[in-house]
């Protein structure tokens, strides 16, 4: 652990050197603010020969230093691969394990017998009937939970036993990650049914084997660091939390005041967050670090909203024409999209996203509104046609 501590206090002074350099470089030409009561013509005066080359020598400069930070990453995240275990190695199972084999070493399970694609993919694979036997796995660093949303429960509670006997006999638990479309709900499940000693990561890839067919980058990522080393982390206030009594362990300035900062089991714990995270990122995602409750509120008028009216439509048996217009292509796509994923997961989202009834009574007043309006202005019509007769 020393090893990577160092590596990650070589990057952080790498970054503040480069944070230093374009400070200096960059601070000193900005223009001047220009006076009022200044001859106009002055505040245009062209800008001194040469300073567009300085700037983009000095561009040239950060990138390459950029470029060597990133590097220096790269190596610190392969020079101890993570060995990630995926629970419910289906169709999304299977999208990520095949990603996560390029850093690192993956174990999938599932009810199926997926023997023969996980080892055309390079990947161990072990029936769910032995979950103890996944669980006690000794290299496991990770463990993903990647079933659908209604059983999501039930496969946490399946696997705290097994969880609790590794603790015991090993001393350490896996970091344990959820991929679910609703964050509120596995948080809490989370939080409430695993050991104290189990890390919690909740994350939503915003995309799957459809969307992101041909690769991640450019696909958004969410996700919040819920608890590390015991401490719960509380990213709605913008600060962190001791799960136990309270403490403030970061300021408004960023100052750290973690108790546990100078433990093993703290600095082990973020070193396999960003590590796992930094797979997600060299995979070209974009990263956003959000809290599971504003999560859950912006995929209820986002997501949610895009399969309701998918669903919706579709009820309607909506076909293509000869004359469709762009407008109308997109709707069948729409159409094709959302229907094309299961039923459970539509009902997922309704059930266990608190927002979504909101969204759904908001869809209706306007539904309601907008026809209102196209009925009062045929009423309004039909009058001034009796009045002109």
């Excluded at 909506?318 to 709707?331: E, H, M, R, Y």
Aim: aromatic residues 8%; negative net charge.
């Amino acid at each position: 652990m020393k090893g990577h501590r160092r590596s990650y206090i070589f990057i952080s002074n790498f970054l503040f050197l480069l944070l230093s350099i374009a400070t200096i470089t960059v601070s000193p030409f900005f223009p001047p603010a220009v006076d009022s009561h200044q001859d106009a013509s002055s505040s245009m005066s062209p800008s001194p020969a040469g300073e567009l080359e300085k700037l983009k020598q000095e561009e040239a400069k950060l990138s390459s230093l950029l470029a060597q930070v990133r590097q220096q990453k790269l190596s610190v995240l392969r020079s101890r691969p993570l060995t990630i275990g995926i629970i419910g190695f289906g169709r999304f199972g299977q999208f990520i394990g095949k990603s996560f084999a390029k850093y690192g070493n993956v174990i999938g399970t599932s009810r199926s017998d997926y023997t023969e694609i996980a080892r055309e993919m390079g990947v161990k694979y072990m029936p769910l009937s032995d979950l103890e036997a996944f669980v006690m796995e000794d290299e496991l660093d990770v463990i993903v939970i990647a079933v659908s949303i209604v059983s999501f429960q039930d496969t946490v509670q399946d696997l705290v036993l097994h969880l609790q006997k590794r603790i015991q006999e090993k001393g350490s638990c896996p970091l344990i990650v959820d991929v679910l479309s609703v964050k509120e709900h596995a948080r809490n499940i989370l939080l409430e049914l695993l050991p104290e000693e189990c890390d919690i990561l909740c994350t939503h890839p915003m995309f799957g084997p459809d969307s992101a067919k041909h690769g991640w980058q450019g696909q958004t990522f969410v996700y919040e660091r819920t608890r590390i080393d015991g401490v719960l982390l509380d990213p709605t206030k913008g600060y962190e939390y001791d799960s136990d009594n309270g403490d403030l362990l970061m300021d408004e300035q960023g100052l750290s005041h973690d108790a546990h900062e100078n433990s093993d089991a703290h600095i082990e714990g973020m070193d396999r967050i960003e590590r796992f995270l930094s797979i997600w990122e060299e995979e070209g995602c974009n990263m956003i670090s959000m809290s599971c409750k504003s999560h859950d509120g912006f995929t209820a008028n986002s997501q949610f909203i895009t399969h309701l009216m998918g669903r919706i439509l579709g009820a309607q048996g909506l076909q293509a024409t000869p004359i469709d217009t762009k407008g109308f292509q997109s709707v069948l796509k729409l159409i094709e999209t959302t229907n094309a994923d299961s039923f459970d997961l539509f009902f997922g989202l309704y059930k266990f996203n608190r927002n979504s009834k909101e969204a759904i009574s908001r869809l209706k007043e306007s539904m309601n509104d907008v026809v209102g309006k196209l009925l009062e202005m045929e009423g309004e019509r039909e009058e001034h046609i009796k009045s002109c007769l």
